[in-house]
């Protein structure tokens, strides 16, 4: 047996740990089945095999996995997800497996609540904001999910050290992102749930930096220094910690579409 399938056998048996932990702590995810999981140096290349849409977002190297849901095109019988290799450590892969499983979740409850069948998502009012919101929410939660599972898995209680790094490396990684979108020439509402995600896991799940947020409105100032514009990226935000934080995301789309149309 050669290295590489050492090295992929080992990433498979964590990540069949993974998907138990997040079936176990997290939420029923067995609509998903592990056999219908793929790795490939080229997302774009392998979604596109089965997907006659695909989105260009997967060429760039700031995406990591994608999901391919059922619908009248592709004929799936259950969701599909692909996670690229290249480049990426085994940490890095638990993020963007999680992440992907965050957004399996999302759109199951999203049909289920408007009691149609997966394939049909698309076509339902609120869908193309409801998934800026599964961004937000699976940019929050990859993390959080990742770090609780390596304590889950390990015994361990490192938590805490876990979310220091993040929170360390969170002004530099938002310089980053704000370099690329303002060189793109605009921001899309994709990176502004991206942004307010990964802003979001230290500011709601905090074990670090104690009640003081002010930082999150400095980031937030970085990106919108228009007053009108920061205001209305701030109340989506707000919007977005409370429905996360009650559940109830579902029940306030309609509120959710009125904050995307002000942005």
């Given at each position: ?11 498979m ?24 999981l793929f790795?490939?140096?080229?997302l774009y ?5 089965i ?20 619908n ?8 599909v ?10 940490s890095?892969m638990?993020?963007?497996f ?14 289920e609540?408007?009691?149609?069948d997966?394939?049909?998502i ?23 999910y ?32 704000r ?5 793109n ?23 670090v ?5 002010s ?5 937030l ?10 205001e ?15 559940g ?16």
């Amino acid at each position: 047996m050669d290295n590489k399938s050492i090295s992929m056998n080992k990433i498979m048996n964590i990540v069949k740990s993974a998907y138990e932990y997040y079936n176990l702590k997290i939420s029923d995810i067995t609509v998903f089945d592990l056999k219908n999981l793929f790795f490939t140096d080229d997302l774009y290349e392998s979604v596109s095999k089965i997907q006659q849409d695909t989105n260009l977002i997967l060429k760039d190297n700031l995406t990591n996995g994608c999901v391919v849901f059922p619908n009248d095109s592709n004929k799936l019988a259950s969701p599909v997800m692909f996670l690229r290799t290249q480049n990426l450590d085994m940490s890095n892969m638990l993020i963007a497996f999680f992440h992907e499983l965050v957004h399996i979740e999302d759109f199951y409850k999203f049909a289920e609540y408007k009691n149609i069948d997966i394939s049909k998502i698309k076509e339902m009012k609120n869908y193309e904001n409801f998934c800026l919101w599964s961004e937000f929410h699976a940019f929050y939660s990859e993390n959080l999910y990742t770090y609780k599972f390596v304590d889950f898995s390990n015994n361990t209680n490192d938590f805490e050290s876990m979310e220091h790094v993040y929170v360390e490396n969170l002004a530099a990684y938002l310089y980053r992102e704000r370099k690329r979108v303002f060189q793109n020439g605009e921001i899309l509402y994709y990176d502004i749930s991206r942004i307010l995600g990964r802003i979001a896991f230290p500011d709601i799940y905090d074990k670090v930096v104690d009640t003081d947020c002010s930082y999150i409105y400095e980031y937030l100032k970085e990106f919108f220094p228009q007053e009108s514009q920061f205001e209305k990226v701030n109340s989506l935000y707000r919007f977005y910690v409370q429905v996360l934080r009650d559940g109830d995301i579902l029940d306030r789309l309609n509120e959710l579409d009125d904050l995307i149309c002000l942005l």
